[in-house]
């Protein structure tokens, strides 16, 4: 079974263009990759990614498997109950 890898380009979709971001900075403190930054503009901090490698939405470290972002944003999907799953084959009680 191959488990679902989502990256910088879910995130960017689901938390920052949609408004759930919070401008925690989470994600650029746990980039291993040190392709995220802050757009400060109007007071609002929102991360985006550097378009050195790969353009504002998308990361190619996250298409090589990379998901440290998505794994530190409290904002991004519930990841508790399917690690739980995945590693001990049950929900923790």
């Given at each position: 079974?191959?488990?679902?890898?989502?990256?910088?380009?879910?995130?960017?979709s689901?938390?920052?263009?949609?408004?759930?971001?919070?401008?925690?900075?989470?994600?650029?403190?746990?980039?291993?990759?040190?392709?995220?930054?802050?757009?400060?503009?109007?007071g609002?901090?929102?991360?985006?990614?550097?378009?050195?490698?790969?353009?504002?939405?998308?990361?190619?470290?996250?298409?090589?498997?990379?998901?440290?972002?998505?794994?530190?944003?409290?904002?991004?999907?519930?990841?508790?109950?399917?690690?739980?799953?995945?590693?001990?084959?049950?929900?923790?009680?």
């Amino acid at each position: 079974m191959t488990l679902e890898q989502p990256q910088w380009k879910e995130l960017f979709s689901e938390v920052v263009t949609s408004g759930l971001c919070t401008g925690c900075a989470a994600c650029l403190v746990a980039c291993p990759h040190d392709v995220l930054d802050y757009e400060t503009a109007n007071g609002a901090y929102k991360p985006w990614h550097l378009d050195i490698d790969d353009g504002r939405e998308d990361c190619t470290h996250g298409v090589k498997g990379c998901t440290m972002c998505t794994r530190a944003c409290p904002r991004f999907r519930n990841w508790e109950s399917e690690i739980d799953t995945h590693r001990f084959a049950r929900d923790r009680t």
